[in-house]
């Protein structure tokens, strides 16, 4: 197995994304090709030990997408990191491809250079969020900001294809983020997703409120990219603020701060289950090829779990069960027209 990486991709590349392979090269079985400016990264390659080195291997590439460009202009650029490490994808050179790079320019070429499943209109990231009962599936996280009702209605279709294979959940239960769980709740585009969620053939319960996002009974809470993405960056923010917070109001409060565990451990514990950096990415469902598409501020650490991630999904054929699964529910489902 052979995982292409953008190593030009992210706020601290080529360093950290170089030092990420290294780290995930000496766990995992999969070899790593980082993808970019060749001499850059034999140069901080050069920094670090030979551990690992021996399933590095460097694929020239002579553009870098910046963070601030237009898509428009980056997916114009023929010889990016991100559109080599898609195209390595492509020709069956690389079984995967992980960027931390332009988000937006990642999902645009990875859906331009490796194509969609057939019937998707629109892929979606998908993230895998922690609950008190353990994770749950939010998508769409950022791919899409305006959907129709047929995009949420596959977003829904192919997350409970992921929670399936990847979770390995039964019968998993699907829910649509709402303002209220009542049926008059919603505006247009959320009354009509839920007509036609209520035909599909996939164990969809209704409207699921914030509130139910982290209590663990949902396995797919569906919404547009718009909204996921504000969600999943205010649960970074809560990362940050938690173990500073509770710290704060025991240090006025003996009684309470003697049953606490130090600042660094309870920081600690609250990363283990909550920081980006232990789940490394959301993988772009309802492309024919896995993309998983890395925070910007990524550092080795996120990386390493990126390219894990990846390998995963290389080991479970994610990405054709899932259109196994999309391509069967969408024949059982009855009225997914607009």
């Given at each position: 197995?052979?995982?292409?990486?953008?190593?030009?991709?992210?706020?601290?590349?080529?360093?950290?994304?170089?030092?990420?392979?290294?780290?995930?090269?000496?766990?995992?079985?999969?070899?790593?090709?980082?993808?970019?400016?060749?001499?850059?990264?034999?140069?901080?390659?050069?920094?670090?030990?030979?551990?690992?080195?021996?399933?590095?291997?460097?694929?020239?590439?002579?553009?870098?997408?910046?963070?601030?460009?237009?898509?428009?202009?980056?997916?114009?650029?023929?010889?990016?990191?991100?559109?080599?490490?898609?195209?390595?994808?492509?020709?069956?050179?690389?079984?995967?491809?992980?960027?931390?790079?332009?988000?937006?320019?990642?999902m645009a070429l990875g859906m331009i250079t490796l194509g969609k499943i057939s019937g998707v209109e629109r892929p979606a990231l998908c993230a895998v969020i922690p609950t008190l009962k353990g994770?749950?599936?939010?998508?769409?996280?950022?791919?899409?900001?305006?959907?129709?009702?047929?995009?949420?209605?596959?977003?829904?279709?192919?997350?409970?294809?992921?929670?399936?294979?990847?979770?390995?959940?039964?019968?998993?239960?699907?829910?649509?983020?709402?303002?209220?769980?009542?049926?008059?709740?919603?505006?247009?585009?959320?009354?009509?997703?839920?007509?036609?969620?209520?035909?599909?053939?996939?164990?969809?319960?209704?409207?699921?409120?914030?509130?139910?996002?982290?209590?663990?009974?949902?396995?797919?809470?569906?919404?547009?990219?718009?909204?996921?993405?504000?969600?999943l960056k205010m649960g970074e923010g809560f990362v940050e603020l938690l173990p500073k917070f509770i710290m704060k109001r025991a240090l006025g409060n003996s009684e309470i701060a003697r049953y606490?565990?130090?600042?660094?451990?309870?920081?600690?514990?609250?990363?283990?289950?909550?920081?980006?950096?232990?789940?490394?990415?959301?993988?772009?469902?309802?492309?024919?090829?896995?993309?998983?598409?890395?925070?910007?501020?990524?550092?080795?650490?996120?990386?390493?779990?990126?390219?894990?991630?990846?390998?995963?999904?290389?080991?479970?054929?994610?990405?054709?069960?899932?259109?196994?699964?999309?391509?069967?529910?969408?024949?059982?489902?009855?009225?997914?027209?607009?």
């Open positions: 197995m052979k995982i292409a990486l953008d190593a030009m991709g992210g706020d601290f590349a080529p360093r950290a994304v170089v030092e990420g392979a290294l780290l995930a090269a000496r766990e995992i079985e999969s070899s790593v090709i980082l993808v970019g400016k060749k001499d850059e990264i034999t140069r901080e390659l050069s920094q670090f030990g030979e551990m690992g080195k021996e399933k590095i291997d460097i694929v020239h590439a002579s553009q870098v997408v910046e963070m601030k460009e237009p898509i428009a202009k980056a997916i114009r650029k023929s010889d990016s990191s991100i559109k080599a490490s898609a195209e390595l994808v492509r020709r069956g050179e690389a079984d995967a491809f992980v960027s931390m790079g332009h988000s937006g320019a990642v994770s749950a599936v939010l998508i769409d996280v950022g791919a899409n900001v305006d959907s129709k009702p047929i995009n949420l209605v596959q977003f829904a279709i192919m997350g409970e294809a992921f929670a399936r294979i990847i979770l390995e959940r039964e019968n998993p239960k699907v829910g649509l983020l709402s303002n209220g769980e009542e049926e008059i709740k919603g505006n247009e585009i959320t009354k009509r997703t839920h007509s036609l969620l209520k035909e599909c053939s996939i164990n969809y319960i209704g409207y699921v409120e914030g509130k139910d996002l982290l209590l663990g009974d949902i396995d797919i809470i569906v919404c547009d990219g718009f909204i996921g993405n504000i969600i606490l565990p130090s600042l660094e451990e309870f920081e600690h514990l609250i990363r283990e289950k909550f920081d980006y950096n232990e789940y490394g990415g959301a993988p772009l469902l309802g492309v024919k090829g896995i993309c998983i598409v890395g925070h910007g501020r990524s550092k080795a650490k996120a990386i390493k779990n990126a390219i894990r991630m990846a390998e995963e999904f290389i080991k479970r054929d994610l990405v054709n069960k899932v259109e196994k699964e999309f391509t069967a529910n969408i024949r059982l489902s009855r009225d997914l027209t607009n």
